[in-house]
Every structure is written in structure tokens, then in C-alpha cells.
């Protein structure tokens, strides 16, 4: 028997605007227990795919004049698509997610952790802890020196010298000092999502039968890998997308392997005026834009809503930011793994003695589903009503509904993860592709009619042309 729609999946529901009426279509089916933790890790996984495949379900029906599909929601194959990242596999060779000076340290007075998968953020960590730079990424004594740079010295400390050298650290807090800083403050007082119409533009019309973002052109201007999620669950659901990359940021083609399903990608540098029309050639024909960068990165080339919805009247507007468009923190670059940190997650998750983490990055993950849900939601609306809209969401939003809102069902509660242990081989699927042979999680969105697998696997980054496909 199906268990009755989770709170979660309301509460969500509630936040993206949708009618009331449709959460009886939703059931829940499958083998529980693939993302234990001691906070409500399965209820936030369950509930961001339930309401993203909901508002596919929806728009299908708005698009083409048909009832409501009923959805399920299957455990199982949501915690494969949460653990996708760990998953996948190329030629039977897994990715490691985590370079080396990307963990957790213990400070003068707790812990920092930090991120330095990216050459330029290693390169920015190692000059604000002076560290010489000549040391190989893999070599133990690059971590030994790090970590005697910041047992020294207060977490805090260390946390604002790496962020002045344009770095990615954070002090370990407790949920109890997030919510008294400035920042923790300010994301406590905001919604799980905000949803807006910021322009005016004609109802889109309907479609008839198929896939419902079918003839939908979506520009993904997103990185690992809330965003990328989000994109890619559009690209399963039929939108036409392009990745756009700029060509002098470092990108790893491991994560566009987990991420880059159905999506094609391209390279643009905005600096550059050639490239910069053609990016606006792309922008003129398209449905959706989804921005990932932090907050001020795009919008000194013209990128932001308002000029976006001046310039391409009936577009929806995505964002999506580490640390949210308010507080302190707002320009602050960030991963899942620092907000875990600074949300008071990792200490919820963590022994006494040491922080931890949860069994994924559930705060990507779900908060790319949501990002995918409003999206869909707003093109519903846009249907029924007209106009550009405006989505918003942050990873620390994701990470407040987490530890706050959400509560456990059915006594998932254990801590740890050990995805070798985990029967998913029924959620993976394998294809070729031109990186290789490719293993990756099959999509948890799913509607009765709905699509089961992506059209085409990924490729390899920025080989594509800067051309929609329909010419």
C-alpha cells in the first residue's frame, strides 16, 4: 500500500503555488533506506522529485489539454539519482568527487572545511594559509602543511583570510550559532523558494500530446551541480538545452559525465564581443534561463532579470546561488559541502568528537529538483496567465528546510551511507558515449506517459555548436 503524501511534499507543493487538489495523485513505492542520516535526508529527497514530477505531470496536461498523470514517487530510485555523483561509472572507473584539500580541518578552537577541486581555488587556499604552491595536488605533504597552517589558528580566521584570497572556506558551526550569525539570520527569514512575475508577455499556447517542455529552449548557465541537476531533468522532459561554459574556468568533464544527460554544451566567454553576440543570438529564442553563478557574476554583461525579461519578453528567469541574494554572505562563492558546514549540518550529522556529512549532496541534489519544479510551475502559469517570471532558490534555503521544517517518516534514521551495500542495480543503466562506455543512475522524475531515460547521453564539454537545434 502506498504511504499517504509526505508533509514534505506538501509543504513544497505550498511554497511553489500549486493547487492542493493535485497532491492525491501522488504515491510513494519502493525499497526505503538509501540515504539514512539523523536528519530527514529521505523526506527532502522524496519531496523535491514528488513536486518536480508533479509540475511535469501538470504542464503536461496544461500543454496538452489532457488530465493531471498521476505520479510516483519511487524511493529507490531516488536515492540512486541523490547518489548519482557516486555512481557513475566510465569504462568501470568511478570519479572521485573530492580532491585531496577538500575536507574537513581541525582548527586552534573546532573545525574548517574547505573546497579546492578547482585548480584556481586550491591555487587562492594554499596562498592565503601560505602554503608553497609547487606542491603536487596528490602529495601528502601539501596536506600536512595545511593542515598545520590551520591548526594554529581560530576557524573564523581562517575563514575570512581564504575568502579575501578568493577561496572557499568555512568555520564548522552548530545549527545554534548558524541561525545568531548575520547571514544564518537573514536565510532564516527567507521562504524554501521565491517565485515572481517580473514582466508581462502573452499566454504561451499549448503543444498537444508529448513530452511537456517539447520545443522549449533552455540556456544552462549552471556548474556542479544543483544547476546541472535541475538542466538536466529539463533536457529529460524534452527542453532543447544548451550548457554554456566559459572557456577560461576550469570544468570537469567527470561531473558533466553525472549531470550532462540530454544536455548539449558549448564555450562562450562573455568578455569577448564575438562571443558575447552570439550569446545574445541564443538568448533571443530562448524559453528559460538558468543562471548558478554567485550572485553579480553575469549581471555586469547585461544578465540581469529585469534586462533579461526586457530583452526577451515571456522568459523564465532561474537562480541559483550557494549562500542566497541577501546577508553578508551574498557575493560568497559556495558548494554543498561548505553550506553542510556553516548550516550546522555536518555537527548534526557528525560523531561527538568530529563533523560529518550526509550520505549525499542532498542539498544539490534537492534543491536542483526544486529548481526544476518552479521552473515547470512557471511555464504552467505562463500558460494560463502570460508573463516573464522569476525564480529564486539557495542551497542554505535547501539546508534551513532541512534541518527545520522536515521531519523523519518511517524511522529512516540511521547515520551513514554505504552505497556499495545498496541493491540500486535495477536504477542504473549503461549506454556508449563519447567519453566511453558510461554506467549512470536512471531519473527518478516520473509521471504516468512520462519519459523513463534521456534522448542522448553526455558529451564532451564545450564541442558542441552555439546553435539551437532546430536551427
Excluded at 546561488?321 to 553550506?339: C, I, K
Excluded at 518552479?374 to 525564480?391: I, S
Excluded at 549512470?440 to 539551437?468: F, H, K, M, N, Q
Aim: net charge negative.
Amino acid at each position: 500500500m502506498s504511504a499517504p503524501v509526505s508533509a514534505g511534499t506538501a509543504q513544497a507543493w505550498a511554497v511553489l503555488d500549486g493547487d492542493a487538489s493535485l497532491l492525491a495523485r501522488v504515491s510513494y513505492s519502493g525499497p526505503s533506506g538509501g540515504l539514512p542520516a539523523r536528519l530527514p535526508v529521505r523526506e527532502l529527497a522524496r519531496a523535491s522529485v514528488a513536486v518536480c514530477s508533479l509540475a511535469a505531470a501538470e504542464l503536461a496536461s496544461v500543454r496538452g489539454r489532457r488530465p493531471v498523470a498521476r505520479v510516483r514517487v519511487d524511493d529507490e530510485a531516488v536515492a540512486a539519482a541523490f547518489l548519482s555523483d557516486r555512481l557513475v561509472r566510465l569504462d568501470g572507473q568511478a570519479w572521485t568527487a573530492f580532491a585531496p584539500l577538500s575536507r574537513f580541518w581541525r582548527a586552534a578552537d573546532g573545525w574548517v572545511r574547505t573546497h579546492a577541486n578547482y585548480p584556481h581555488h586550491r591555487t587562492a587556499l594554499l596562498g592565503a594559509l601560505g602554503v608553497p604552491q609547487d606542491t603536487g595536488d596528490q602529495a601528502v605533504d601539501a596536506v600536512d602543511a595545511v593542515a598545520e597552517a590551520i591548526a594554529g589558528r581560530a576557524a573564523r580566521d581562517v575563514e575570512e583570510t581564504v575568502f579575501a584570497a578568493g577561496g572557499l572556506a568555512v568555520a564548522v558551526r552548530t545549527p545554534q550559532q548558524w541561525r545568531a550569525s548575520a547571514q544564518g539570520a537573514s536565510a532564516a527569514r527567507q521562504p524554501l523558494l521565491t517565485t515572481a512575475r517580473i514582466g508581462d508577455a502573452p499566454p504561451r499556447k499549448g503543444s498537444g500530446s508529448g513530452l511537456p517542455c517539447a520545443g522549449l529552449r533552455v540556456l544552462d548557465l549552471t556548474r556542479v551541480l544543483a544547476g546541472p541537476v535541475a538542466t538536466r531533468t529539463l533536457a529529460l522532459l524534452g527542453a532543447d538545452v544548451l550548457r554554456i561554459d566559459a572557456p577560461h574556468l576550469p570544468e570537469m568533464q567527470e561531473a558533466h559525465n553525472d549531470t550532462g544527460a540530454g544536455k548539449r554544451s558549448t564555450a562562450l566567454d562573455l568578455r569577448d564581443v564575438a562571443d558575447r553576440r552570439i550569446f545574445f543570438e541564443l538568448l533571443d529564442r530562448a524559453d528559460v534561463v538558468v543562471t548558478g553563478y554567485r550572485p553579480g557574476a553575469l549581471e555586469r554583461f547585461g544578465l540581469t532579470p529585469g534586462e533579461l525579461a526586457e530583452r526577451r519578453p515571456g522568459l523564465v528567469s532561474a537562480q541559483l546561488s550557494a549562500w542566497g541574494r541577501y546577508g553578508p554572505w551574498h557575493e560568497r562563492r559556495g558548494f554543498d559541502s561548505l553550506v553542510q558546514a556553516a548550516c550546522g549540518i555536518a555537527v548534526s550529522e557528525g560523531p561527538a568528537e568530529a563533523p560529518g556529512a550526509l550520505p549525499a549532496q542532498a542539498l544539490d541534489h534537492g534543491t536542483g529538483y526544486l529548481l526544476a519544479a518552479a521552473v515547470l510551475r512557471a511555464l504552467t502559469e505562463q500558460h494560463r496567465e502570460g508573463g516573464a517570471r522569476l525564480v529564486e532558490l539557495a542551497l542554505t534555503q535547501t539546508a534551513h528546510w532541512l534541518v527545520h521544517d522536515l521531519v523523519h517518516d518511517l524511522g529512516n534514521t540511521a547515520g551513514g551511507a554505504d552505497v556499495d551495500a545498496l541493491d540500486l542495480g535495477r536504477r542504473l543503466a549503461e549506454t556508449d558515449s563519447p567519453m566511453g562506455r558510461l554506467r549512470y543512475a536512471l531519473p527518478p522524475v516520473s509521471y504516468e506517459g512520462g519519459p523513463s531515460d534521456w534522448a542522448r547521453p553526455p558529451g564532451l564539454l564545450g564541442t558542441d555548436t552555439p546553435t539551437w537545434q532546430d536551427g
